[in-house]
C-alpha cells in the first residue's frame, strides 16, 4: 500500500527551537470588542523548590500585564482555553491516625491556626479533599503499643451481623471533631475514606496484618492475607464463609456512622494497595476478586440508599494497573459499579496510565490517592490526567532512636511516627528521606507547630485552582521548564510553572531524583500565548510560579457540528485536524504563503462571536503573513473584510466587532516565504459567560482603608475596595458596565478578607444610571464568593446594595465578575467508538499478537518487538463497510523524556476493498492519539508509522476507532 513521509527541509529544527514556552498566569478583565492583550492583570506567585535554601515561600511578585501578541521567538508556552480536558476535584492529604494524633497535641488556638492554615480557601491552603482510614493503617498511634485496630475486632470472634461495630474510637481520639471544624472552616471540604484491613476474622489468615518479615507483591500461596471469599467460583480463597456481603456491610455501616456524625463521606476506596501484602494492616485482592466486591459494594450501597463514590485499585502504576482496570471497568457490572480509578506512585515511574484509562472507558474519573510529591512530579499527574491529589501522612515526627535495622546499638534518627515506620531508621542515602511533613510539631514543643516545604509547594496549587475547574490544553515540557494549566469555575485562567530538571527515571545517585535537593537549575526566561495576550516573566531556578489572569474573550464557541476547507493543503495534514479540540495535530498548507490561499470555517449554524484565534503550538512561525477576514451567512456571499492584519507567534488572535453569521474565511493578502499551519482554531464571543470589564467603573457610597472602588473590578483579587466601617444598610456598589450589555449574574469576590461578605443585599439594574425600579435580586451571602442571580436583563448599570447591618466586618469586595450565562469550557468534539465484534488485525512484525490490539482490554497489547524505523504498519479489518471520522491509538507508555511506545509519527488510510486506499490523516506520535478527520465509509484501515527511535518498539495496547 502507499506510503508518503512527510519532508520539510529545516522545519522540523525549527519548530522544534520554537516550541518554548512557559505558563504564567494572566488577570485581566478589560475587552473592547473582544479586545486581546488590553493590558490586563495577570498576579504572580512563586515558591522555591526547597524553602529551607531558596528565597520563595508562597512569595507575591509584581504583576505582570497581557500585552497584544507579537513576533517573539522566546521560550513559548500556549495556553488555550478552548480545549479542555478532566475536571478538577479536589487537592488535599490524609487524615490518619498519626496526623490526628499530632493535631490533638497543639494547643487549642494553635490546632485552630494549624486547620485554618490546611484548609482556608480565603486564609489557607483550600485543601478541599481528604483521605481517611477506616481503622487502623500503618500510620497508627498504637502501632508499636497496644497494636492495630478495627471499629468490629469484636476480640477476634466471628461478627457477621457487626453488632460489634462502632466508631467510639474515632470520636474519643479527636478524628471527629477535627474533620467537623475542617468542614466548618471550609464548606467545600470532602473526606474519602480508604480501609487497610477490616476485621481479622473476616480473613484467611485471621490477622489484620499480613505475615511478619514479608513484604512486597501479594503472595498465591494461601499465607497471604485476604478477605475470606467462600469456596466456589473463579476468585474464591477457599474458605467456609463468603464475607464480602458482610465487608460491603462494615462499609455502609462506617458511612452511616460518619453521616450521624455531620460527616458525608464522599467515595471509598475498593482496598489500600490490594496488590501487595505488608507487616502491618493489609489486605489483598485479585483483580477478579476487586471486581467480585465491587459488585457487591454497589448493591449494598443502592440497597442502603448511600451515593458515596466507588474508587477502585487504590496501588501503584506499574505492574497490574490495567489487570486491575480491566477488571474493574470492562466487565459491565463492575464498570457500573466503580466511578473512578485511584492510583498511587511510589515507583515515580512516568504518569500516562490515567490518560490510556480516560481514552478507553472516558466517563471514569482518575485519582492520585497517595504519595507526596514535589511541583514537578505534580504537574505530570495532572497532565496524566488525574482529577484529584492527595499527598499522604500530613503530620508526624522523627525521633531519636535504637533502630531495629540498625545493626548498631547508638541512637540513629528514625522514621515517621507515631507509626509502624517508627522504629526503622531513616535512609542516610536519601535526602528526601528526613523531608519534614507538610505540617509538623515543633521541635520541643508539640503544642505549636511548624508549616514546610510541601505546604508552599502545594498552596501553588491548591489556592488557585477551584472545584470544578477544567484543565485546559497548554505546551508540554521544553527543557527544565514545565507546566499544567486549569480554567476556573469562576472563569480566571491558573498555569503553573515549574523551574525544574524532570527526575523521572533517574538514578538514586543523581540529586535531581530528589525534591529537596536545591540545584543550579538556571532561569528560565518564558513567553506565555493566549487567546488574550501575552506576558513574558524569568523563573528563578528551583522555583514554581502561579499566574492567574480573567480572560477577557468570553466563551468559545462550542465545535460540535463544524467543518473546515482550505485552499491548499499538505498531504493529510488536513483542515479538519485545526478544528479537532487537540492542537498537537494540524493542518498545513504544503506551499509557501500566497495572497488568495483561505481557511474556511462552517459553524453548522448561525452564532455570534468577536474574535478567531489561531493555536501554532507546533509551529509557531508559520502564521499568516497578512490576512483578510470575511464571514457569510449562506456560504455563497460574503461580507466585506472585518478584520485584517499581521499574523504573530504562537497565537495569531484577531478581534472585531461583535457580528452573527455561519461561516468565516480568512484569507491571506500577500506572500511569505513559508507556509501556513493551523493548529487549532478557536472562536470566541466575548458577550457569553464572563464579561470583559472594557471601559467598564465603579463608584461606592463610601471608601476606607486607603482603597478605591475601582479595585473592586481591577482584574485582580488581590486588591480589594472596602467600606472600612461595620456594614450598614444602605451602603452600595454601582458598576458602569461602559455600554448597555446582556446579564445574568454578578458575582461578589472577598478574596482573602472571608469575612467581609454582605450579610443582606439587594441587586438593581439601570438603563441610565438614575433610574432603577425594584430590587431584581436580594439575598444573603454566606461565605467569601456571593453569588448573585439576576435573570436575564439588559442594562447598563448594576446596583449591590447592602440591605443588612453588621458591626463585627466590613464590606470588601476584592473582585466582582459579570457574566452573561454559563461560562463553558466545553470544546463540543466528542466520538464514541464502534463495536470491536468481527474485527480482525494484523501488523508488519508479531502479526499473531496483532489481535491483542483491537480486544477490547488495556492489560493485552501488541509490540512490534523492534525499533521504530519510520516504516512499520498496523492494519485492521473491520469485518464489514463502517461509517466513521477518527482512529484513536492508546500506546502503551507516555511521552515524557521520548518515553514511550507510541508512533513517533503517523498516517491513516482507509480502504473499502483493500487495493485502493486513501490517506486521511498525518501527525505526531503521543501517548493516546485521536486521529480525526472527516467522516469515511470503508471496511480496512492501515496504520503506518513514520517516524524512526532506535530507543523504542512500537506497541498499540487499543486501537478505537471513533463515530459520532
Not at 460489634?164 to 470520636?171: G, H, K, L, N, Y
Not at 508479531?846 to 525499533?867: K, M
Not at 505526531?924 to 472527516?934: P, R, T
Not at 492501515?942 to 518498539?953: E, L, Q, V
Request: hydrophobic fraction near 35%; include cysteine; proline fraction near 5%.
Amino acid at each position: 500500500m502507499p506510503h508518503a513521509t512527510l519532508v520539510r527541509g529545516g522545519l522540523a529544527t525549527v519548530a522544534t527551537a520554537a516550541l518554548l514556552a512557559l505558563t504564567l498566569h494572566p488577570i485581566h478583565e478589560q475587552s473592547a470588542s473582544a479586545a486581546t492583550g488590553a493590558g490586563g492583570s495577570v498576579a504572580v506567585t512563586y515558591t522555591s523548590y526547597n524553602v529551607d535554601e531558596g528565597n520563595y515561600r508562597l512569595t507575591p511578585q509584581t504583576s505582570k500585564q497581557l500585552a497584544p501578541m507579537t513576533n517573539s521567538s522566546a521560550m513559548t508556552i500556549n495556553v488555550d482555553p478552548s480545549v479542555s480536558y478532566q475536571s478538577y476535584d479536589g487537592w488535599g492529604s490524609s487524615l490518619e491516625d498519626t496526623t490526628v494524633y499530632h493535631l490533638g497535641r497543639l494547643s487549642t488556638a494553635n490546632r485552630e491556626s494549624a486547620l485554618q492554615a490546611l484548609v482556608s480557601r480565603a486564609n489557607g491552603n483550600n485543601m478541599n479533599l481528604w483521605r481517611t482510614t477506616i481503622g487502623c493503617a500503618d500510620f497508627c498511634r498504637t502501632a508499636k503499643t497496644t497494636g492495630f485496630w478495627t471499629y468490629a475486632d469484636n476480640g477476634g470472634v466471628a461478627d457477621p451481623t457487626l453488632s460489634s461495630f462502632s466508631i467510639a474510637r474515632d470520636i474519643s481520639d479527636g478524628k471527629i471533631a477535627i474533620m467537623q471544624r475542617m468542614q466548618q472552616i471550609n464548606p467545600e471540604v470532602r473526606f474519602y475514606a480508604s480501609l487497610w484491613s477490616p476485621p481479622a476474622w473476616m480473613k484467611t489468615n485471621n490477622s489484620i496484618t499480613g505475615p511478619a518479615g514479608v513484604f512486597g507483591h501479594c503472595a498465591t500461596d494461601g499465607t497471604e492475607p485476604r478477605v475470606q471469599h467462600g469456596n466456589t467460583g473463579p476468585n474464591n480463597t477457599g474458605s467456609a464463609n463468603d464475607y464480602y456481603p458482610v465487608l460491603a456491610d462494615y462499609y455502609v455501616k462506617y458511612i452511616q456512622a460518619y453521616a450521624a456524625q455531620g460527616l458525608p463521606i464522599y467515595a471509598v476506596t475498593l482496598q489500600n494497595e490490594p496488590d501487595i501484602q505488608m507487616p502491618y494492616p493489609t489486605t489483598c485482592f485479585t483483580p477478579g476478586q476487586m471486581q467480585d466486591f465491587a459488585k457487591v459494594l454497589k448493591q449494598k450501597f443502592t440497597a442502603a440508599g448511600i451515593t458515596s463514590k466507588i474508587w477502585g485499585m487504590d496501588a501503584n502504576l506499574t505492574g497490574d494497573t490495567f489487570s486491575y482496570v480491566d477488571a474493574l471497568l470492562g466487565d459491565p457490572a463492575a464498570n457500573a459499579a466503580v466511578d473512578g480509578i485511584a492510583f498511587h506512585n511510589y515507583d515515580s515511574t512516568t504518569m500516562w496510565q490515567p490518560n490510556a484509562v480516560t481514552a478507553q472507558y472516558p466517563s471514569k474519573t482518575q485519582h492520585m490517592t497517595e504519595i507526596t510529591q514535589g511541583a514537578n512530579k505534580l504537574i505530570e499527574f495532572f497532565r496524566g490526567g488525574v482529577s484529584s491529589y492527595s499527598g499522604w501522612a500530613t503530620m508526624f515526627e522523627y525521633t531519636q532512636c535504637d533502630a531495629i535495622d540498625d545493626d548498631t546499638s547508638a541512637l540513629v534518627l528514625c522514621n515517621a511516627g507515631p507509626s509502624w515506620w517508627m522504629d526503622r531508621k531513616v535512609n542516610p542515602n536519601d535526602p528526601d528521606a528526613d523531608t519534614p511533613s507538610v505540617i509538623s510539631p515543633k521541635m520541643g514543643d508539640p503544642t505549636q507547630y511548624d508549616l514546610n516545604g510541601w505546604y508552599y509547594a502545594w498552596g501553588q496549587f491548591s489556592r488557585n485552582i477551584q472545584l470544578g475547574a477544567k484543565r485546559i490544553d497548554s505546551t508540554d515540557r521544553m527543557g527544565t521548564v514545565s507546566n499544567v494549566a486549569f480554567q476556573n469555575p469562576d472563569g480566571t485562567i491558573v498555569v503553573i510553572v515549574a523551574n525544574r530538571p524532570d527526575a523521572t527515571g533517574l538514578p538514586d545517585s543523581n540529586p535531581a531524583r530528589y525534591n529537596t535537593t536545591q540545584l543550579a537549575t538556571a532561569a528560565a526566561s518564558i513567553r506565555i500565548a493566549t487567546p488574550d495576550g501575552e506576558f513574558t516573566d524569568t523563573i528563578p531556578g528551583d522555583t514554581i510560579a502561579t499566574y492567574v489572569y480573567t480572560p477577557t474573550t468570553g466563551n468559545a464557541l462550542s465545535k460540535q457540528g463544524w467543518t473546515a476547507s482550505a485552499s491548499n493543503t499538505q498531504d493529510a495534514f488536513t483542515a479538519t485536524q485545526a478544528i479537532d479540540a487537540n492542537p498537537r495535530t494540524r493542518w498545513m498548507s504544503g506551499t509557501d504563503q500566497a495572497s488568495g490561499q483561505s481557511f474556511t470555517v462552517d459553524l453548522g449554524a448561525s452564532r455570534t462571536f468577536d474574535q478567531v484565534s489561531l493555536n501554532q503550538i507546533a509551529f509557531p512561525t508559520d502564521s499568516p503573513g497578512t490576512y483578510s477576514v470575511q464571514t457569510s451567512t449562506n456560504g455563497t456571499t460574503w461580507s466585506g473584510p472585518v478584520a485584517t492584519g499581521s499574523g504573530t507567534s504562537s497565537f495569531t488572535n484577531i478581534a472585531f466587532t461583535s457580528t452573527t453569521a455561519r461561516y468565516l474565511r480568512i484569507s491571506l493578502t500577500g506572500a511569505a516565504s513559508r507556509w501556513w499551519t493551523i493548529g487549532e482554531v478557536s472562536v470566541y464571543n466575548s458577550r457569553s459567560g464572563l464579561l470583559p470589564r472594557e471601559a467598564g467603573s465603579v463608584t461606592a457610597s463610601a471608601s476606607g482603608d486607603g482603597t478605591t472602588a475601582s479595585s473592586a473590578w481591577d482584574g485582580s483579587a488581590q486588591t480589594r475596595w472596602t467600606t472600612g466601617a461595620a456594614q450598614a444598610s444602605g451602603q452600595s456598589l454601582t458598576f458602569d458596565l461602559g455600554t448597555t450589555k446582556t446579564i445574568t449574574a454578578i458575582e461578589l469576590d472577598a478574596g482573602q478578607w472571608s469575612g467581609d461578605y454582605p450579610r443582606g443585599y439587594a441587586a438593581y439594574v439601570s438603563a441610565d444610571g438614575v433610574t432603577w425600579g425594584t430590587p431584581v435580586a436580594t439575598g444573603s451571602g454566606t461565605s467569601h464568593v456571593t453569588q448573585i442571580a439576576l435573570g436575564t436583563r439588559t442594562a447598563r448599570y448594576v446596583r449591590i446594595q447592602l440591605t443588612t447591618a453588621l458591626s463585627t466586618y466590613w464590606w470588601s469586595v476584592a473582585e466582582a465578575r459579570v457574566s452573561n450565562g454559563a461560562r463553558t469550557t466545553t470544546s463540543g468534539v466528542g466520538w464514541s467508538s464502534l463495536s470491536h465484534t468481527g474485527w480482525s488485525a494484523s501488523a508488519f512484525a508479531n502479526g499473531a499478537s496483532a489481535p491483542l490490539a483491537v480486544d477490547q482490554w488495556l492489560e493485552s497489547r501488541w509490540q512490534s518487538g523492534q525499533a521504530q524505523t519510520g516504516n512499520e504498519w498496523f492494519e485492521i479489518d473491520l469485518g464489514a463497510s463502517r461509517t466513521f471520522k477518527g482512529v484513536q491509538l492508546i500506546q502503551s507508555g507516555g511521552p515524557d523524556n521520548g518515553g514511550g511506545d507510541f508512533p513517533r509519527g503517523y498516517e491513516v488510510y482507509v480502504s473499502a476493498d483493500k487495493n485502493t486506499w486513501t490517506k486521511v490523516a498525518a501527525g505526531d506520535g503521543y501517548g493516546v492519539v485521536n486521529a480525526l478527520f472527516a467522516t469515511r465509509t470503508a471496511r480496512y484501515i492501515n496504520i503506518h508509522s513514520t517516524g524512526a527511535d532506535a530507543g523504542h518498539w512500537w506497541s498499540l495496547g487499543m486501537v478505537n476507532v471513533l463515530t459520532d
